[in-house]
């Protein structure tokens, strides 16, 4: 079985500032997709940005990007330029490449907040 | 562009007693996932459905539990006799196909608090 793990619970960046949250997973699979999901306060939970294990270049979205080394199996996210309106949890996911196993597994969160 | 829609939002129920709750996929969303996340953690696989097909379950899903999709439309999830356990949220999340990095997209979820 997959799992995921985010070792921070909380982290907190000064606003416009750049963050990174950590995420490492195990998995005996070779082809797999990472997720990264953004969870305000009350409000539903949003893709950030996703990542091919089988590609080897960083997924790139707007002030998100991702560092993933597959053979660590980590998969980090930075966000540049932090803003008020990234306060959330946010969770790390894997999902499995094979057709007939769709479901996310999601690592504990992390939550982050944004320092005026 | 209407999202997924869950209903009820909060739920407040006293053990022992049945609920049930709705959730309305993206139109044309054949993949409607429920997960269910407990305080402080991430969300957890229940089960999903392929339009009307339920094609994975996880252990989770105790014999309480009961989830159905009967046009491949909306889906319910019911659970029985309710325990304090049972007390999270609910997410529903609906993707248009099974392949590739197709995102699955959450609902606002149904808060269930068992008394």
């Known amino acids: 079985a997959q799992t995921v793990t985010q070792s921070q619970p909380e982290m907190s960046v000064q606003e416009a500032e750049t963050v990174t949250l950590s995420c490492t997973y195990d998995?005996?699979?070779?082809?797999?997709?990472l997720f990264w999901y953004k969870q305000p306060p009350s409000r539903q939970m949003i893709l950030v940005i996703r990542?091919?294990?089988?590609?080897?270049q960083n997924a790139t979205e707007n002030r998100f990007s991702v560092n993933f080394q597959k053979a660590a199996k980590s998969f980090s996210l930075k966000i540049s330029d932090s803003q008020l309106g990234d306060a959330a949890m946010y969770f790390c996911?894997?999902?499995?490449?094979?057709?007939?196993?769709?479901?996310?597994?999601f690592g504990t969160g992390t939550r982050l907040t944004i320092i005026p | 562009d209407t999202g997924v829609s869950q209903d009820p939002r909060h739920k407040i129920t006293k053990r022992g007693q049945n609920v049930t709750f709705r959730c309305d996929p993206i139109?044309?969303?054949?993949?409607l996932y429920w997960y269910r996340q407990t305080l402080g953690q991430g969300p957890e696989f229940l089960t999903y459905f392929q339009n009307e097909a339920q094609l994975e379950k996880s252990r989770l899903l105790s014999d309480r539990f009961s989830a159905e999709r009967p046009k491949g439309s909306f889906s319910t999830l019911e659970i029985q006799r309710t325990e304090q356990g049972d007390s999270a949220m609910y997410l529903c999340?609906?993707?248009?196909?099974?392949?590739?990095?197709?995102?699955?997209?959450f609902g606002p979820g149904t808060r269930l608090t068992v008394l």
């Open positions: 996911a894997y999902r499995s490449e094979d057709f007939g196993n769709e479901k996310l597994t």
């Open positions: 999340a609906s993707s248009p196909k099974p392949t590739g990095t197709d995102t699955q997209y």
């Open positions: 139109s044309e969303h054949n993949r």
């Open positions: 998995t005996s699979e070779s082809d797999y997709y």
């Open positions: 990542q091919e294990a089988y590609k080897q």
